[in-house]
C-alpha cells in the first residue's frame, strides 16, 4: 500500500519556524508531484505548496510566497516544507499528497488533482 506519512508540526509563537517532513512508502517519488495542504477548523482544504517531480517546477500559495519553501529528495523519498515568520492563521492541519505525474515538471494547488494523502500533522502557532 502506497503511504505518506507527516511529521514536523507542533506548537510554535508566532515568528517562529518549523520545517514538516512528508516520507513516502510503498513506492518512490521519482514520477510523483507532492503537495502539502492544510485545514483549519470549519474551513475547507487548502494548498499550501507543490513541488514538481524533477523538483524544479514549484508552486506556492500567495501567504506564504517568501515565508514557505518546499523542497525534495527522492533519494531519501522525502519531501519537506520549510515554514518561518509563522502565523496565528497558519494554524492548521498539514497534509502531504501526490500525484502519478511521470515526466511532467509541473504541479498544481488544487487539492482534487492529487490521490495519495497523508493523515496530518498539527501545526498551530500561538503565544
Known amino acids: 500500500q502506497l503511504q505518506l506519512v507527516e511529521s514536523g508540526g507542533g506548537l510554535v509563537q508566532p515568528g517562529g519556524s518549523l520545517s514538516l517532513s512528508c516520507l513516502a512508502s510503498?513506492?518512490?517519488?521519482?514520477?510523483?508531484?507532492i503537495g502539502w495542504f492544510r485545514q483549519a477548523p470549519g474551513k475547507e482544504r487548502e494548498g499550501v505548496s507543490c513541488?514538481?517531480?524533477?523538483?524544479?517546477?514549484?508552486n506556492y500559495l500567495e501567504s506564504g510566497k517568501g515565508r514557505f519553501t518546499i523542497s525534495r529528495d527522492n533519494a531519501k523519498n522525502t519531501v519537506y516544507l520549510q515554514m518561518n515568520s509563522l502565523k496565528p492563521e497558519d494554524t492548521a492541519v498539514y497534509y502531504c499528497?501526490?500525484?502519478?505525474?511521470?515526466?511532467?515538471?509541473?504541479?498544481?494547488?488544487?487539492?482534487?488533482?492529487?490521490?495519495?494523502w497523508g493523515q496530518g500533522t498539527q501545526v498551530t502557532v500561538s503565544s
Open positions: 499528497a501526490a500525484v502519478l505525474s511521470g515526466v511532467q515538471p509541473m504541479c498544481v494547488l488544487p487539492p482534487s488533482w492529487y490521490n495519495y
Open positions: 510503498g513506492f518512490t517519488l521519482d514520477y510523483y508531484a
Open positions: 513541488i514538481g517531480s524533477s523538483g524544479v517546477y514549484v
